[in-house]
Each structure stands twice: as structure tokens, then as C-alpha cells.
């Protein structure tokens, strides 16, 4: 079983995810777009370790914090093998066009449409979902979907930056639909949603 915190960063307010599986104490977090002092003391209070930083996908407000976090407690970084190019391409993860700058950096483990990792005994599926960009990526776990700027409560993500396409974007919508069962929806920004509520009430969604 995961237990899950929501930490907001950036100007942009990322949901930055913090995952402990309840079991082994096995923790991760998702999106660390800047640097969070109320997550870094939560990892401490959990012991002072940090498993893995996983990446939905490789815009600078979900991507700039997951090196130094990964240093910080020794860290695997995990994403989708489209995502690989973003962490290193300043026009891709879109650094180029805010007078930014982040030190490019490899992920430990690249995933592909549907692989599956552990977190300590809870099982991970990682599924791609491009559209917002073409590495953007969930990972689904008990009854989470954790999508990045994917989907969103009521919404969707923009697909007119670098690598975004509509069609897309209404694939992965398509793949999403089909999940069987509900979920607790965690999107990369706003509020929390569940699947269901997104079947019946997103535009997108409801069209596809």
C-alpha cells in the first residue's frame, strides 16, 4: 500500500508527489521542479533516505530539482525513455525561453510502455501518455494515477510546445479511458481528481 503527500513548488504550483509505501518504508517523489524544505525535512522525519525521483515528464517546473534531490539521499531517477531528451535539451524542457538554466543530467533507469518497477512492495506501472510532450508519461500504483500534465480535474495539458500534438494527446486520453476500475487522479498542477469524475465530466474525455 503507498501513502502519498503533495508538496506545491515552483511559480507554476507543480504537485510534487511524495510516495512512502507503507509496508517496507520504501519512499519516491515525483516532479521535484524546485526545492521543497518541507519535503526534504519530510524525507528526514522518514528516516533520512530517498529511494527513487520519478519524472512524468521534462519541463524545467517538474525536472529542476530531481539531480540534486537524487544526490542529495543517493537516489535512482527514473522516467520514460522519450523523456530522455528533455532532461538534457534546454529547448525541449523549455529552460531556452525563461532565461534559465539547468545542468543536464541522465536518468538511472529509462521505462517503456508498460514497464513495471517496486516501490519497496507496491508494484508500479508506467504507461506513456504523450500529447503535452512527446515523453510525457504516468505512473499508476494500487488506485493513483499520478499524470503530470497529462490530465487534469476538468482539463487537459497544452500541445502547442515543443513536441506537443493534439492527436496525441487524444490517444493517450483513448488509453486513459480504458484503465479499468477508479483512481485517485494527481495531476502535475490543480487540484486532485479521481478517473471516474474525469470520464464523466472532462471534455476530452468525454469525447474520445
Known amino acids: 500500500m503507498i501513502e502519498y503527500k503533495i508538496f506545491n513548488v515552483t511559480q507554476l504550483a507543480t504537485n510534487c508527489v511524495?510516495?512512502?509505501?507503507?509496508?517496507?518504508?520504501?519512499?519516491?517523489v515525483v516532479d521535484p521542479g524546485d526545492k521543497s524544505d518541507e519535503l526534504i525535512a519530510q524525507i528526514n522525519a522518514?528516516?533520512?533516505?530517498?529511494?527513487?525521483?520519478?519524472?512524468?515528464?521534462?519541463?524545467?517546473?517538474h525536472i529542476s530539482f530531481a539531480k540534486q534531490l537524487a544526490d542529495m539521499f543517493s537516489a535512482k531517477i527514473i522516467t520514460g525513455k522519450e523523456?530522455?531528451?528533455f532532461l538534457t535539451d534546454s529547448m525541449l524542457n523549455l529552460t531556452?525561453?525563461?532565461?534559465?538554466?539547468?545542468e543536464p543530467f541522465k536518468a538511472d533507469v529509462l521505462l517503456y510502455?508498460?514497464?513495471?518497477?517496486?516501490?519497496?512492495?507496491?508494484?508500479?506501472?508506467?504507461?506513456?501518455?504523450?500529447g503535452h510532450t512527446r515523453g510525457c508519461g504516468c505512473f499508476i500504483m494500487d488506485k493513483l494515477l499520478i499524470c503530470g500534465d497529462t490530465l487534469f480535474c476538468e482539463s487537459y495539458g497544452r500541445t502547442d510546445l515543443p513536441t506537443g500534438n493534439d492527436n496525441d494527446m487524444v490517444d493517450s486520453f483513448k488509453k486513459l479511458k480504458q484503465l479499468e476500475g477508479d483512481y485517485t487522479v494527481i495531476p502535475g498542477h490543480g487540484p486532485t481528481s479521481t478517473l471516474n469524475h474525469e470520464k464523466k465530466y472532462n471534455p476530452l474525455m468525454s469525447r474520445v
Open 113 to 130: 510502455d508498460g514497464d513495471t518497477f517496486m516501490i519497496g512492495e507496491t508494484k508500479v506501472k508506467y504507461i506513456t501518455t504523450p
Open 18 to 28: 511524495y510516495l512512502k509505501d507503507t509496508a517496507t518504508g520504501c519512499n519516491a
Open 83 to 85: 523523456n530522455e531528451r
Open 46 to 61: 522518514d528516516g533520512g533516505k530517498l529511494d527513487y525521483v520519478l519524472l512524468t515528464h521534462g519541463h524545467y517546473d
Open 96 to 102: 531556452a525561453f525563461h532565461n534559465m538554466t539547468i
